[in-house]
Protein backbone atom coordinates (compact mmCIF):
# COMPACT_ATOMS: atom_id res chain seq x y z
CA UNK A 1 0.00 0.00 0.00
CA UNK A 2 1.47 3.17 -1.20
CA UNK A 3 1.80 5.62 2.11
CA UNK A 4 0.74 8.91 1.22
CA UNK A 5 1.10 11.71 3.80
CA UNK A 6 0.44 15.47 4.37
CA UNK A 7 2.15 17.60 6.53
CA UNK A 8 0.40 21.38 7.22
CA UNK A 9 3.39 23.73 8.32
CA UNK A 10 5.91 21.71 6.34
CA UNK A 11 7.54 24.38 5.09
CA UNK A 12 9.98 24.81 7.94
CA UNK A 13 10.74 23.80 11.39
CA UNK A 14 9.24 20.69 13.10
CA UNK A 15 6.94 20.17 9.98
CA UNK A 16 10.11 20.29 7.38
CA UNK A 17 12.30 17.56 9.62
CA UNK A 18 9.07 15.57 9.68
CA UNK A 19 8.83 15.48 6.25
CA UNK A 20 12.08 14.76 5.44
CA UNK A 21 12.38 11.40 8.21
CA UNK A 22 8.87 10.77 6.77
CA UNK A 23 10.63 10.58 2.76
CA UNK A 24 13.03 8.32 4.00
CA UNK A 25 10.69 6.44 5.72
CA UNK A 26 9.03 5.89 2.08
CA UNK A 27 6.11 8.54 2.74
CA UNK A 28 5.07 10.00 -0.20
CA UNK A 29 4.81 13.83 0.96
CA UNK A 30 2.81 16.71 0.46
CA UNK A 31 4.86 19.77 2.00
CA UNK A 32 1.82 22.41 2.78
CA UNK A 33 2.72 25.72 2.82
CA UNK A 34 0.51 28.80 3.72
CA UNK A 35 2.80 32.07 1.81
CA UNK A 36 6.33 31.02 1.58
CA UNK A 37 6.45 28.69 -1.26
CA UNK A 38 10.13 28.96 -1.81
CA UNK A 39 10.70 27.40 1.74
CA UNK A 40 8.28 24.51 0.61
CA UNK A 41 10.12 24.28 -2.57
CA UNK A 42 13.08 23.42 -0.61
CA UNK A 43 11.95 20.92 1.24
CA UNK A 44 10.58 19.03 -1.80
CA UNK A 45 13.62 19.26 -3.87
CA UNK A 46 16.07 17.68 -1.25
CA UNK A 47 13.55 15.29 -0.64
CA UNK A 48 13.43 13.93 -4.31
CA UNK A 49 17.33 14.85 -4.20
CA UNK A 50 17.24 11.65 -1.66
CA UNK A 51 15.31 9.44 -4.29
CA UNK A 52 11.96 10.07 -2.88
CA UNK A 53 8.35 11.35 -3.50
CA UNK A 54 7.54 15.19 -3.02
CA UNK A 55 5.41 18.09 -3.30
CA UNK A 56 4.36 21.32 -2.55
CA UNK A 57 0.89 22.69 -1.81
CA UNK A 58 -0.77 25.76 -0.60
CA UNK A 59 -3.49 26.30 1.76
CA UNK A 60 -3.83 28.65 4.55
CA UNK A 61 -5.67 25.89 6.86
CA UNK A 62 -8.11 28.78 8.51
CA UNK A 63 -9.52 28.90 5.31
CA UNK A 64 -11.80 26.30 4.30
CA UNK A 65 -11.86 26.25 0.91
CA UNK A 66 -8.45 26.48 0.68
CA UNK A 67 -8.10 22.99 2.66
CA UNK A 68 -10.96 21.33 0.46
CA UNK A 69 -8.60 22.48 -2.42
CA UNK A 70 -5.58 21.31 -1.00
CA UNK A 71 -6.65 18.21 -0.22
CA UNK A 72 -8.07 17.55 -3.94
CA UNK A 73 -4.59 18.10 -5.10
CA UNK A 74 -3.02 15.89 -2.63
CA UNK A 75 -5.96 13.22 -4.01
CA UNK A 76 -5.10 13.54 -7.73
CA UNK A 77 -1.23 13.93 -7.54
CA UNK A 78 -0.61 11.29 -4.82
CA UNK A 79 -3.32 9.36 -4.10
CA UNK A 80 -5.47 8.43 -1.48
CA UNK A 81 -4.35 9.81 1.66
CA UNK A 82 -2.41 7.55 4.99
CA UNK A 83 -1.38 10.20 7.31
CA UNK A 84 -1.39 13.38 8.24
CA UNK A 85 0.16 15.70 10.38
CA UNK A 86 -1.07 19.26 11.48
CA UNK A 87 2.05 21.03 12.27
CA UNK A 88 0.63 24.57 11.04
CA UNK A 89 0.69 26.69 13.86
CA UNK A 90 1.25 30.49 15.20
CA UNK A 91 2.37 32.25 18.47
CA UNK A 92 2.10 35.92 18.73
CA UNK A 93 4.32 38.15 20.90
CA UNK A 94 4.19 37.87 24.63
CA UNK A 95 1.39 39.61 26.22
CA UNK A 96 -0.72 39.46 29.02
CA UNK A 97 -4.55 38.76 28.67
CA UNK A 98 -5.53 41.84 29.61
CA UNK A 99 -3.64 43.40 27.17
CA UNK A 100 -4.81 41.16 24.14
CA UNK A 101 -7.69 41.99 21.45
CA UNK A 102 -10.09 39.83 19.44
CA UNK A 103 -8.58 40.09 16.33
CA UNK A 104 -5.54 38.31 17.54
CA UNK A 105 -7.35 35.74 19.36
CA UNK A 106 -9.93 34.90 16.30
CA UNK A 107 -6.18 34.60 14.26
CA UNK A 108 -4.90 32.15 16.47
CA UNK A 109 -7.85 29.81 17.11
CA UNK A 110 -8.22 30.20 13.17
CA UNK A 111 -5.16 28.56 12.51
CA UNK A 112 -4.13 26.50 15.66
CA UNK A 113 -7.75 24.99 16.36
CA UNK A 114 -10.39 25.57 13.68
CA UNK A 115 -7.33 24.44 11.04
CA UNK A 116 -5.98 21.25 12.75
CA UNK A 117 -9.80 19.97 13.00
CA UNK A 118 -10.49 21.30 9.51
CA UNK A 119 -7.52 18.89 8.17
CA UNK A 120 -8.71 16.20 9.90
CA UNK A 121 -11.98 16.17 9.00
CA UNK A 122 -11.20 15.59 5.61
CA UNK A 123 -8.60 12.90 6.65
CA UNK A 124 -11.03 10.85 8.27
CA UNK A 125 -13.16 11.33 5.38
CA UNK A 126 -10.08 9.47 2.89
CA UNK A 127 -9.13 7.10 5.74
CA UNK A 128 -11.96 5.58 7.62
CA UNK A 129 -13.01 2.49 7.10
CA UNK A 130 -17.07 3.61 7.73
CA UNK A 131 -16.26 6.27 4.18
CA UNK A 132 -14.31 3.22 2.32
CA UNK A 133 -10.82 4.15 3.47
CA UNK A 134 -8.25 1.69 4.40
CA UNK A 135 -7.33 3.22 7.66
CA UNK A 136 -4.22 6.01 8.91
CA UNK A 137 -2.92 7.60 11.37
CA UNK A 138 -2.93 11.73 12.24
CA UNK A 139 -0.56 13.42 14.55
CA UNK A 140 -1.57 17.06 15.69
CA UNK A 141 0.85 19.07 17.33
CA UNK A 142 0.59 20.32 20.42
CA UNK A 143 2.38 21.75 23.06
CA UNK A 144 3.95 21.95 26.81
CA UNK A 145 2.31 25.16 27.29
CA UNK A 146 -0.92 23.67 27.32
CA UNK A 147 -0.16 22.15 30.54
CA UNK A 148 2.08 25.46 32.07
CA UNK A 149 -0.70 28.38 30.90
CA UNK A 150 2.55 30.39 29.79
CA UNK A 151 1.12 33.25 31.78
CA UNK A 152 2.29 36.83 31.34
CA UNK A 153 3.34 34.97 27.32
CA UNK A 154 1.17 33.46 25.32
CA UNK A 155 -1.95 32.39 27.70
CA UNK A 156 -3.97 31.98 24.58
CA UNK A 157 -1.71 30.27 22.38
CA UNK A 158 -1.63 28.03 25.09
CA UNK A 159 -5.21 27.62 25.17
CA UNK A 160 -5.42 27.05 21.79
CA UNK A 161 -2.81 23.91 22.54
CA UNK A 162 -5.27 22.66 25.23
CA UNK A 163 -7.80 22.30 22.62
CA UNK A 164 -5.75 20.18 20.28
CA UNK A 165 -4.96 18.15 23.57
CA UNK A 166 -8.69 17.54 23.76
CA UNK A 167 -9.32 17.39 20.29
CA UNK A 168 -6.80 14.47 19.72
CA UNK A 169 -8.35 12.51 22.48
CA UNK A 170 -11.96 13.10 21.67
CA UNK A 171 -11.16 12.26 17.61
CA UNK A 172 -9.01 9.19 18.57
CA UNK A 173 -11.68 7.65 20.36
CA UNK A 174 -14.69 8.64 17.56
CA UNK A 175 -12.71 6.83 15.14
CA UNK A 176 -10.76 3.94 17.11
CA UNK A 177 -12.86 1.16 15.33
CA UNK A 178 -12.49 2.72 11.89
CA UNK A 179 -8.45 1.84 10.94
CA UNK A 180 -7.15 5.35 12.23
CA UNK A 181 -4.84 5.95 14.76
CA UNK A 182 -4.88 9.41 16.39
CA UNK A 183 -2.31 11.21 18.67
CA UNK A 184 -0.90 14.66 19.22
CA UNK A 185 3.12 15.67 20.62
CA UNK A 186 3.20 18.20 22.84
CA UNK A 187 6.88 19.64 21.87
CA UNK A 188 8.34 21.65 25.00
CA UNK A 189 10.64 24.64 24.34
CA UNK A 190 12.25 23.54 21.04
CA UNK A 191 14.93 25.72 18.83
CA UNK A 192 13.15 26.53 16.00
CA UNK A 193 12.07 30.19 14.25
CA UNK A 194 8.37 30.51 16.00
CA UNK A 195 10.04 31.91 18.84
CA UNK A 196 11.33 34.87 16.21
CA UNK A 197 7.67 35.08 14.95
CA UNK A 198 6.96 35.78 18.83
CA UNK A 199 9.74 38.73 18.59
CA UNK A 200 11.79 36.51 20.79
CA UNK A 201 14.39 34.78 18.60
CA UNK A 202 16.64 33.82 21.40
CA UNK A 203 14.14 32.28 23.97
CA UNK A 204 15.31 28.61 23.29
CA UNK A 205 18.35 29.10 24.96
CA UNK A 206 17.32 31.29 27.30
CA UNK A 207 14.88 29.21 29.09
CA UNK A 208 17.63 26.23 28.81
CA UNK A 209 18.37 26.66 32.35
CA UNK A 210 14.48 26.01 33.47
CA UNK A 211 14.55 22.62 31.55
CA UNK A 212 15.30 19.33 33.31
CA UNK A 213 17.85 18.46 30.61
CA UNK A 214 19.62 21.71 30.37
CA UNK A 215 18.76 22.68 26.64
CA UNK A 216 16.08 23.22 24.14
CA UNK A 217 15.17 20.23 21.95
CA UNK A 218 15.14 20.06 18.30
CA UNK A 219 12.97 19.75 15.35
CA UNK A 220 14.27 16.03 14.49
CA UNK A 221 13.74 14.88 18.19
CA UNK A 222 10.50 16.18 17.65
CA UNK A 223 9.76 14.49 14.08
CA UNK A 224 10.97 11.21 15.71
CA UNK A 225 8.28 11.18 17.70
CA UNK A 226 6.20 12.14 15.25
CA UNK A 227 6.72 9.68 12.82
CA UNK A 228 6.31 6.91 15.31
CA UNK A 229 3.14 7.53 15.89
CA UNK A 230 2.77 7.07 12.24
CA UNK A 231 4.11 4.20 12.02
CA UNK A 232 3.03 0.65 12.42
CA UNK A 233 5.35 0.44 15.68
CA UNK A 234 2.74 2.43 17.30
CA UNK A 235 -0.39 -0.16 16.55
CA UNK A 236 -1.93 0.35 19.78
CA UNK A 237 -1.64 3.92 20.83
CA UNK A 238 -4.05 5.96 20.01
CA UNK A 239 -5.79 9.20 21.62
CA UNK A 240 -2.22 9.71 22.83
CA UNK A 241 -0.44 12.91 23.97
CA UNK A 242 3.21 12.37 24.05
CA UNK A 243 5.30 14.75 25.36
CA UNK A 244 8.88 15.58 23.55
CA UNK A 245 9.61 18.32 26.27
CA UNK A 246 13.06 17.37 28.15
CA UNK A 247 11.45 16.83 31.43
CA UNK A 248 9.54 20.33 31.48
Known amino acids: MNKVLLITGGSRSIGAATAHLAAAQGYAVAVNYSHNASAAEVVVRAIQAQGGKAMAVQADVADEAQVLAMFATVDAQLGRLTALVNSAGVVDVAARVDEMDVARWRRLLDINVIGTMLCAREAVRRMSTRHGGTGGAIVNLSSVAATLGSPGQYVDYATSKGAIDSF?????????????????????????????????PERAQQLAPTIPMRRPGTAQEVAQAIVWLLSDAASYTTGSVVDVGGGR
Request: glycine fraction near 18%; hydrophobic fraction near 35%; proline fraction near 3%.
Open 168 to 200: TVGLGREVATEGIRVNAVRPGVIDTDIHASGGQ
